[in-house]
């Protein structure tokens, strides 16, 4: 009979923030596979839990999914923990929890810590719809393409991004999505923890003054305010801008983002005008 796989939520930064269950398991499974043994170590040392450990991270996930699977199939138990939070969101174990399903291998859930969870929790911004979208692109040009797909949504999105990019990313959402409210969430549960609060271009102003930006972050960017539905044909609404003195390319940036579509889609109806007149 095939083991248990575990998907084991752990702490994000407080060490006192897991589950009864999570550490009851965490000293019952035969194995615990891990980013970084180092970490988890820590975690362990600090419930008195000794387990052997098996690295598994996003270089050697295909390998070890392997391995892995051949441990379940002998009838060991595993539990899959990330280095801090819910497995599998934005972190390795995809293809794991994949495979076992696949094979019949029972896969339990340990729900617990989330860092966009815990971040979007206390970030006063509207939570009834919100959509996660892990990290945002690195390249600038591809980050910007993917927030102007995502300019007609009206949910709370929600990313992770990395310190060293963060004052790009903030000046690039201030350009394609304008000045909606965001919240940058920093080291959530840890010593550091830091919420703030503006719109992108603001936060940016805060964020660059400083020496540097270290840390774990969660962006949260509110929904656009809701606009009356303007029925003047785009040619028509582009061409008044170009007349009061704006340049054409930024007529039709404006056009664009006033009415929730892409900068491309007010170019192809201006060149079709017979497809949409507004």
């Given amino acids: 009979m095939s083991g248990t796989l575990y998907i084991v939520a752990t702490p994000i930064g407080n060490l006192e923030d897991i589950t009864a269950r999570a550490v009851r398991i965490l000293g019952e499974v035969d194995l615990i596979a891990c980013e970084d043994t180092r970490q988890t170590r820590k975690l362990l040392d600090r419930y008195g839990i000794a387990k052997p450990l098996v690295s598994y991270h996003e270089h050697n996930e295909q390998s070890r999914s392997s391995d892995l699977l051949r441990e379940l199939e002998a009838g060991k138990s595993i539990a899959l923990v990330s280095d801090g939070g819910t497995p599998l969101i934005a972190d390795p174990g995809y293809r794991l929890v994949e495979q076992a399903r696949n094979q019949g291998i029972l896969v339990s859930p340990l729900p617990g810590p989330s860092a966009l969870l815990a971040a979007l929790s206390v970030s006063g911004l509207p ?77 940016r102003g805060v964020l660059e003054k400083r020496p540097s930006v270290k840390g774990e972050i969660t962006l949260m960017i509110g929904k656009g305010e809701t606009q009356e539905v303007d029925d003047t044909p785009i040619a028509e609404a582009v061409e008044k801008l170009v007349q009061s003195g704006v340049p054409r390319m930024d007529a039709l940036k404006i056009v664009a983002r006033e009415r929730g579509l892409s900068k491309r889609e007010v170019y192809k109806r201006l060149q079709h005008p017979g497809e949409q007149t507004s």
């Fill in 127 to 203: 939570t009834d719809s919100f959509s996660f979208h892990g990290f945002l692109p690195a390249k600038k040009g591809q980050r910007r393409k993917f927030l102007e797909d995502l300019r007609p949504s009206q949910a709370t999105l929600v990313f992770y991004e990395a310190p060293h990019r963060i004052l790009d990313a903030l000046e690039d959402i201030g350009e394609m999505l304008g000045p909606r409210p965001v919240v940058l969430a920093r080291e959530v549960t840890k010593i550091h923890e830091e919420f703030l609060r503006g719109t992108a271009s603001e936060i």
